[in-house]
């Protein structure tokens, strides 16, 4: 669709600043998609995770990627923040020199990127902003409290959607956000999942070695923060373990983050070693083999204001993989997962544990919530659908008046 309504080799510019591309499966599957539809593809994002090239060109897509300066507190991340930007800047002018770039597609976080599509927009850029996190739900969730930091984020956000010429929002729950908190008009604002392709699956042969001798594994597969419900899901292991007694079942842990340290040393003095995995990051073929073996897998992630809007990107890969899961019942969950999980209630590790029983206790319901969950991805959930938003986006964005002023 856009692909015949643009000159073809029309040059774009995406940039992100959380993880390094093509490891970032979203960005480069988004990126693949408009070169396959004719657009000139060129990408800034953070150098990291085996992708330490300065400048690649991958695939027919130019890949510039720059160092980033990790922090840690207000005055880390200020001098991490200011030193990506200043260098996504730089590279930006740079590849506008080379190919005069039609639209800058940024993606949050952060949400004070649209100061660079509004530099931009002075030379006829269109501006493409991709919704990815509520940053100030984040906060709220991280430190619990409305201050001047909060007011600051919900100021770039509003910014961003303001400078926007299309938004591409994570879900159905962002895309409402974006009109309604930032009065996006609705034929401006696109839904682009972040779902995988179901043909580029690989199921393996269940390998027996990864259950360490037991008869059920159970996955977790995500980051390791403190909106991700970790915590909680050791307590639901404890009582699986401790109070039910099960010996039959063990855990692994996959994925890594900020708390992940913490975490380990909580399940030592749970007394929780022998009965789990923390496997930190592993290879695709690796994870492949865990999602294959896998029983039963979990999205422990609680209910706040942040959570009850997203869609887990581990709850994709598990339907992808045909896995049985259980996840708190929360709004955008159901939405996502819909007849395909089992829901315990809000915040309850105990109710939580008895869901994952059910399903360890019921291989027929395991095989149907799998079956259903591989069947919303194939029909529903996967990325030819969401493609055709993403082209939508940058034929509106292409061809929209210019939106109002920040």
Not at 89 to 100: G, P, V
Not at 113 to 132: A, K, Q
Not at 229 to 252: M, N, P, Q
Not at 283 to 291: F, G, I, K, N, V
Request: include cysteine.
């Amino acid at each position: 669709m856009a692909s015949r309504a643009q000159p073809h080799g029309t040059p774009i510019l995406m940039i992100v600043e959380n993880l390094p591309v093509p490891f970032l499966r979203r960005t480069w599957q988004a990126a693949c998609a408009l070169r396959d539809a004719g657009y000139r593809v060129s990408v800034i994002s953070p150098k990291g995770r085996g992708h330490d090239s300065s400048y690649e060109k991958l695939d027919g897509i130019e890949i510039y990627r720059h160092k980033v300066y990790e922090g840690s507190g207000v005055a880390g991340y200020l001098i991490e923040y200011a030193g990506a930007i200043a260098a996504e800047f730089w590279l930006a002018l740079k590849i506008y020199w080379r190919t005069r770039f039609r639209v800058l597609h940024v993606g949050n976080p952060p949400d004070f990127l649209f100061v660079i599509g509004l530099f931009f927009r002075l030379f006829g850029v269109r501006f493409i902003y991709e919704f990815l996190d509520l940053n100030p739900e984040l906060y709220l969730v991280k430190f619990g409290r409305r201050g001047l930091i909060y007011r600051t984020l919900c100021y770039f956000e509003r910014c961003s959607f303001r400078s926007a010429h299309a938004v591409l929002a994570a879900n159905e729950s962002y895309r409402a956000i974006a009109m309604e908190r930032g009065s996006v008009p609705p034929e401006r604002a696109f839904i682009l999942l972040g779902t995988p392709q179901p043909e580029s699956i690989r199921i393996q042969p269940p390998r027996a070695e990864l259950k360490e001798g037991r008869a059920f594994l159970v996955v977790y597969l995500g980051v390791m923060g403190p909106q991700d419900g970790v915590d909680l899901l050791l307590t639901s292991i404890d009582h699986i373990t401790r109070v039910r007694g099960r010996r039959d079942i063990f855990f692994a842990i996959i994925g890594t983050g900020t708390e992940a340290s913490r975490l380990r040393t909580l399940a030592t003095e749970k007394g929780l070693d022998e009965h789990l995995r923390f496997t930190g990051l592993i290879s695709d073929d690796d994870l492949a083999d865990y999602l294959s073996t896998g029983d039963v897998c979990v999205a422990p992630d609680p209910s706040n204001p942040m959570n009850d809007r997203c869609t887990m990107t581990k709850v994709l890969e598990y339907m992808s993989y045909g896995r049985a899961f259980v996840q708190f019942d929360l709004p955008q969950g159901r939405i996502t997962a819909g007849d395909a999980a089992v829901y315990a209630r809000p915040n309850d590790p105990i109710d939580f544990a008895e869901q994952v029983l059910k399903l360890i206790d019921s291989e027929p319901l395991r095989r149907e919530l799998g079956a259903r969950g591989r069947k919303r991805i194939e029909e529903t959930l996967n990325w030819k659908n969401a493609k055709r938003q993403l082209l939508a986006a940058y034929q509106t964005a292409l061809g929209a008046a210019a939106p109002r002023e920040v």
